[in-house]
């Protein structure tokens, strides 16, 4: 049923309906939110926002990375998401795409995400050249996004609401100038 999911997201159309359109927050690398309407996207997992990787004496914050290369991605332009998949949670999975850029992809070529193996093959190829070329998490050790999640859970609300309130503080500051 997964790769049944995974084929018909492949054959809608991004410009056909799109679903959320606008500036969303991002709230970590693979999560983002329109207003109040999170939308995660689909076929990768990054690292939570807290997560580390690497080694002792080499260890790095891939998850803040993850969230800050987002939301590099995020401010290039419009994103355009359309959701594809039903997550099982309030959280729905969605191709997003900036100037017709996959930003999924994106964080699966920079090395900050990982595919999600369950809804198909879509960034295989792509996550073995970013292993092969030891780009982001590849450089060094690191636990799955997933199981990291699993076993640490995330401590992110916290930080979630420092980045929606310094995001507010600034939107703010812009329309005040």
Not at 4 to 27: E, K, R, T
Request: charged letters at 25%; glycine letters at 10%.
């Amino acid at each position: 049923m997964k790769h049944l999911l995974a084929i018909l997201a492949l054959s809608v159309p991004l410009a056909a309906h799109a679903d959320f359109v606008g500036n969303p927050m991002v709230l970590d690398g693979d999560t983002m939110s329109f207003g109040e309407k999170k939308v995660d996207l689909f076929g990768v997992h990054a690292p939570t926002i807290t997560q580390t990787c690497g080694e002792t004496g080499n260890v790095w914050s891939c998850g803040w990375e993850a969230t800050l290369h987002l939301e590099e991605l995020v401010n290039a332009g419009e994103v355009v998401c359309v959701e594809v998949a039903d997550s099982g949670s309030s959280t729905p999975l969605a191709r997003c795409t900036v100037d017709g850029v996959d930003l999924a992809g994106q964080m699966i070529d920079a090395g900050l995400a990982v595919r999600d193996e369950t809804l198909g093959d879509d960034y295989a190829e792509r996550e073995l050249a970013a292993a092969t070329e030891e780009r982001g998490m590849w450089a060094g050790p690191f636990i799955d996004p997933v199981q990291w999640a699993e076993r640490y859970g995330c401590a992110c609300s916290a930080r979630k609401k420092a980045i929606a309130e310094t995001a507010a503080l600034l939107k703010g500051e812009e329309t005040a100038e």
